[in-house]
């Protein structure tokens, strides 16, 4: 299958486009890989391969593709990340939700208001089995979880916490910075 190739004009990277019938570096379908999975279960692996003219060992990921395809949706999330996103920057935003063992997307809903938090969290197959909530340290998604999730522990991400201390380290240097002389060592220094 012919795959048409970008390149970003800026940052010079290629890339193509997503391919929705086989899937990122597949090159057969998920329908086909479902058939040889249904074929292998019922069957020595060489003899579907042999019936469907492909590798043993093609037969042998679709079996462990499929057998991961189970358990991602048998297993309940356990650690989940929230954030907002600025659709239209300070118009429109969308609250995303993150399985970090797993490391995808779970669901993005409209909006970032407690109501729509509590919609998600509570639709969750196993809300007892989060055990921890990484967001940002915004007062509606704390409530929202410490009502929804009373077990799971709240964690400030990473980029969030780090951008509140730069912030503050600036307010101090700042006004140390007017005490001194303007060739002071802090001036314009971070």
């Known amino acids: ?7 970003c004009p800026f940052c010079k990277n290629v890339f193509t486009e997503p391919d929705e019938v086989c899937g990122w570096r597949r090159k057969l379908t998920k329908r086909f890989r479902e058939e040889l999975y249904q074929e292998a279960r019922h069957s020595t692996v060489r003899h579907v391969a042999e019936s469907k003219g492909v590798s043993e060992d093609r037969v042998r990921r679709a079996l462990v593709e499929r057998s991961e395809w189970e358990e991602e949706e048998q297993e309940p999330v356990k650690h989940l990340a929230m954030e907002e996103l600025s659709v239209r920057k300070g118009q429109r935003y969308e609250t995303a939700f993150h399985d970090l063992d797993r490391r995808r997307v779970l669901a993005v809903i409209e909006g970032r208001t407690k109501e729509g938090v509590r919609g998600y969290l509570d639709s969750l197959a196993e809300p007892e ?13 704390r409530s929202a979880v410490q009502e929804s999730l009373p077990r799971a522990e709240i964690v400030a991400d990473k980029f969030h916490v780090i951008k509140r201390v730069n912030e503050q380290f600036d307010k101090v240097r700042l006004r140390l910075q007017g005490q001194e002389s303007r060739k002071g060592t802090l001036y314009k220094g971070r």
């Open 129 to 141: 089995a989060v055990g921890a909530v990484s967001m940002d340290m915004s007062n509606t998604f």
């Open 1 to 7: 299958m012919a795959k048409r190739r970008f390149r």
